[in-house]
C-alpha cells in the first residue's frame, strides 16, 4: 500500500496535485476540507461545527476531524491505498492517525510538503476565492490566519515525521505539469 500524506499551506496545490497523485498511482483521496464543505453543503450538524471555525480560518477541532477522517477511511475497503490532503494538521491528528493505522496494519510510506512562498500563495488564493465562492479565500486576513495557523500548529509536524525518515518536501513554485513530475519522481523513488 502506498499510503501518502500531503503537506503545504493553504494554496500550495495540494488538492490540485492530489487529483493527478490518484489517477496515476490508482489511490483514494481523502481531503478533510472537502469533507468539511460537503457537510456544510448539506447543512449537518458536523457541517454547521465546522463553518463556525472554517469561515475564520482557524481549524476545526482535532476530536471532531479525527472521527471525520476514521470513518471515511473505514468506507473505503481494498484500496492501493490513501493521498491524506489536509489531514493531518497537528500533532495530535499525527499521532491519532499513526495509530489508527497500526491497529488496521497500515502506515504512511511519505509525507510530501509543497513548498511555497506566502505572498504567492495569498495571490492564489484571492484569485481561487473570485471563483470558488470559499469565505476563507476571499480576505486577506483570513487566508494570513490560516497561514499562522499551519505555521504554529502543522508545521512541527515536519519533526514529528523527519524522526520517523518520512519527510520530504518539493518546490512548489511552477506549472502544475512541472510539479507534478517532481511529485511523480520523488514517489518512484521511494518505492
Ligand atoms: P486549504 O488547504 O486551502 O486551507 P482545506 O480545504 O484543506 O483548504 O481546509 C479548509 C479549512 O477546513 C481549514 O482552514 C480548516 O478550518 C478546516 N480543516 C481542514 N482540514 C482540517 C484538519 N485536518 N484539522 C482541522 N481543521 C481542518
Known amino acids: 500500500m502506498i499510503n501518502i500524506v500531503l503537506f503545504g499551506k493553504p494554496g500550495a496545490g495540494k488538492g490540485t496535485q492530489a487529483m493527478f497523485l490518484k489517477t496515476n498511482f490508482n489511490l483514494v483521496h481523502i481531503s478533510t476540507g472537502d469533507l468539511f464543505r460537503k457537510n456544510i453543503k448539506n447543512e449537518t450538524t458536523l457541517g454547521k461545527l465546522a463553518k463556525s471555525y472554517m469561515d475564520k480560518g482557524d481549524l476545526v477541532p482535532d476530536k471532531v476531524t479525527i472521527d471525520l477522517l476514521e470513518t471515511e477511511v473505514d468506507q473505503n475497503h481494498q484500496v492501493n491505498g490513501f493521498i491524506f490532503d489536509g489531514f493531518p494538521r497537528t500533532k495530535s491528528q499525527a499521532k491519532s492517525l499513526d495509530n489508527f493505522l497500526l491497529k488496521k496494519e497500515m502506515s504512511i510510506k511519505a509525507t510530501i510538503a509543497l513548498e511555497a512562498d506566502d505572498d504567492v500563495l495569498v495571490k492564489r488564493l484571492l484569485m481561487r476565492g473570485e471563483t470558488s465562492g470559499r469565505i476563507d479565500d476571499q480576505d486577506e486576513t483570513k487566508i494570513r490566519n490560516r497561514f499562522d495557523?499551519?505555521?504554529?500548529?502543522?508545521?512541527?509536524?515536519?519533526?514529528?515525521?523527519?524522526?520517523?525518515?518520512?519527510?520530504?518536501?518539493?518546490?512548489?513554485?511552477?506549472?502544475?505539469?512541472?510539479?507534478?513530475?517532481?511529485?511523480?519522481?520523488?514517489?518512484?523513488?521511494?518505492q
Open 149 to 190: 495557523e499551519y505555521n504554529q500548529k502543522t508545521a512541527p509536524l515536519k519533526s514529528y515525521y523527519d524522526a520517523q525518515r518520512k519527510f520530504h518536501s518539493i518546490d512548489g513554485i511552477g506549472t502544475v505539469e512541472e510539479i507534478t513530475f517532481r511529485l511523480k519522481l520523488l514517489i518512484d523513488s521511494l
